[in-house]
């Protein structure tokens, strides 16, 4: 399947954010969404996920105008992970990712045992089964992006769409969020997700799509498109790469301060 | 220990507590009083009504049991279940634990409708028609202009517009107890706004019970997309909920359990806020549990609360007044809180 939009203006009824925007990505693989603060990287994934209508150009899957769904049906097909949130009411983790199933059901049913099935898979595969009874509001920023990453996948989507979800994670559940992002392409599922930390989009993207003020910057297989020259032009700022012996590259952020050695 | 363990989590216990509450306040109520009835007289007219015979009773016992105070409380639970029901209804919808039953102008459309069939000597009926027609105008209006504002924030717009509304209405009903007759409207506007029970009648509890349990089985049946409607709204429509109609739905049928309570009961104001936490205390946020729970809740507090107005003092004190009295402190008592669960 291919989710894609075409030649998109964005924004909110007051401002345009973007405009002639192309996007698309496919069942089975991770696109990368880069760019500075402000760029249009939340507007751009609300628009591909009908949250907000596209002001001009059209959203489709498979072909078919994203309006031609209905909110349930692409419920079916989409999945949205949000940034982290703490939540009012303390609903227990099991109901939280049981919510990811409310689009397989109808108005008035309850989760079925087939739905507390699913559920429980998802949880064991993130490794969270443990938690499932424990009130969302009182697990931590790691825990809760694995749990609304559950709740993606107990939705049965095709594809996943998330929101930096590196954004409020230490150092070690940011690599375990990114291990599980592509664990999801490989397992059949088309991810897009936005990050500030181009060092995220070569760990777990196969291509990445780099926006500023609203306009696509560069795109295309995060080897080719992720250089220091694409990243300085997108963020007008200096970057420094760094290369192993094993050919390994990463990316650090400004001017060295400190002299090397 | 940690709190909110897996078993507290479990709805029995909390189911428990809350049908204890509601027995207790049925006991009281129809025991307690100016004309004391004993636990056992209380039993035998109950038996002898289930069973057809005649009671070894004083006539005066039976009376006040069927006639008296039998239609008070039966409207007091139904009441007070309402205003639980249609608060926990709000602050999920609104995502907001502070919210109650008049954040919409139910609560004051209906107040005013009601003073207005004081005004001008309309019986009973009508003045409960106009009530219920008063609170139904007000959300709607709230409702339109809510959603003629464009904003990011619509929940937001939603709530100051029923503030705004809320408070024309109030300066309405200022300005018919102003043009009121003072010595025979005025007392009876200003009782029946504070709050009352005592003229509950057997021909009050149809009109009170059909609205309110249509109302509630409607929540309930929508209790699962509740719970999702509690989640911020571009989240409940990414997971394949219609927020708009949804939202339309649950509003209606709140505002009818609220304007049918408001009608019989006037303005009673905090148990729509107040037994929501409760509930969510006993049962957690799911409203499967929740919404039966707060209504039980609800029922057995209310009652409690009116069975204390009749008693506590030589004259009867208005119901609003006394949730008011155990309303504000707990209000207050909810924001120092704020860092806590809203478990």
Redesign the interface.
């Known amino acids: 399947m291919r989710l894609e939009g075409q030649s998109l203006t964005i924004g909110y009824p007051a401002h345009v954010v973007g405009h002639g925007i192309d996007v698309a990505f496919e069942t089975g693989e991770v696109l990368a969404l880069l760019g500075p603060n402000g760029g249009g990287k939340t507007t751009l994934l609300k628009t591909l996920l009908g949250l907000i209508d596209a002001k001009a150009g059209t959203v489709r899957i498979d072909g078919k105008p994203l309006g031609d769904y209905s909110i349930q049906e692409r419920a079916r097909i989409v999945a949205y992970v949000p940034q982290v949130h703490v939540g009012t009411f303390a609903f227990t983790v099991e109901t939280v990712v049981l919510m990811g199933r409310t689009a397989h059901g109808n108005m008035l049913s309850r989760p079925s045992d087939h739905d507390r099935e699913v559920t429980a898979r998802a949880l064991a595969r993130f490794g969270i089964a443990h938690l499932s009874q424990r009130p969302y509001t009182q697990i931590s920023g790691g825990e809760r992006q694995l749990v609304l990453l559950a709740r993606a996948l107990a939705q049965e989507p095709q594809f996943i769409v998330l929101d930096e979800p590196t954004a409020s994670l230490d150092f070690g559940n940011q690599g375990k969020v990114m291990a599980e992002i592509r664990a999801l392409a490989v397992s059949g599922l088309g991810v897009l997700f936005t990050t500030h930390d181009p060092n995220h989009a070569l760990r777990a993207a196969d291509r990445a799509f780099l926006l500023r003020d609203g306009t696509r910057i560069a795109e295309g297989p995060v080897g080719q498109v992720l250089n220091k020259a694409q990243l300085e032009t997108l963020y007008r700022a200096p970057v420094d790469t760094v290369i192993d012996a094993a050919g390994n590259v990463a990316f650090l952020p400004g001017q060295a301060v400190i002299p090397a050695g | 220990m940690r709190k909110?363990s897996?078993l507290s989590?479990s709805s029995l216990p909390g189911l428990t507590v809350a049908a204890i509450i509601l027995i207790v306040g049925l006991l009281l109520a129809f025991t307690v009083g100016r004309y004391p009835i004993s636990l056992t007289d209380l039993m035998q007219v109950l038996l002898a009504k289930l069973t057809g015979h005649q009671p070894h009773v004083p006539q005066a016992v039976e009376s006040v049991i069927w006639q008296v105070r039998g239609p008070r409380v039966l409207a007091a639970v139904m009441v007070g279940a309402a205003l639980a029901v249609a608060g926990t209804a709000f602050q999920?919808l609104f995502?907001?634990?502070l919210v109650s039953p008049d954040i919409l102008g139910a609560s004051s459309g209906a107040a005013l409708g009601a003073v207005i069939g004081i005004f001008f000597s309309f019986g009973i009926f009508a003045i409960q028609g106009l009530a219920f027609i008063g609170g139904l105008i007000a959300v709607a209006a709230v409702y339109m202009i809510g959603s003629m504002v464009?904003s990011?924030d619509p929940i937001l717009v939603l709530v100051l517009t029923g503030v705004v509304v809320g408070a024309l209405l109030g300066a309405g009903v200022g300005l018919v107890k102003y043009l009121a007759d003072p010595y025979n409207q005025l007392p009876a506007m200003t009782f029946w706004l504070l709050g009352s029970l005592s003229a509950a009648s057997t021909a009050d509890l149809l009109p009170l019970f059909g609205p309110v349990a249509l109302g509630t089985a409607i929540l309930i049946?929508?209790?699962?997309?509740m719970?999702?409607m509690?989640?911020?709204e571009?989240?409940a429509?990414?997971?394949?909920?219609?927020t708009g109609p949804?939202r339309i739905i649950i509003v209606a049928a709140a505002t009818l359990v609220t304007s049918a309570s408001v009608a019989t009961a006037g303005i009673i104001g905090w148990v729509g806020l107040v037994v929501p936490h409760l509930a969510?205390a006993l049962v957690?946020?799911?409203f499967?549990r929740l919404v039966p729970t707060a209504a039980i809740l609800g029922g057995g507090y209310l009652l409690l609360i009116d069975t204390l107005a009749r008693t506590v003092a030589q004259v009867e004190i208005p119901l609003g007044i006394l949730t008011a009295v155990i309303g504000t402190p707990f209000f207050i008592w909810l924001l120092t809180g704020v860092q806590r669960?809203?478990?």
């Open positions: 909110n897996p989590r999920g995502r907001n634990p464009r990011r049946a929508l209790r699962w997309r719970n999702v509690s989640l911020p571009e989240e429509r990414a997971l394949g909920v219609a949804l969510r957690g946020p799911d499967a669960n809203w478990s």
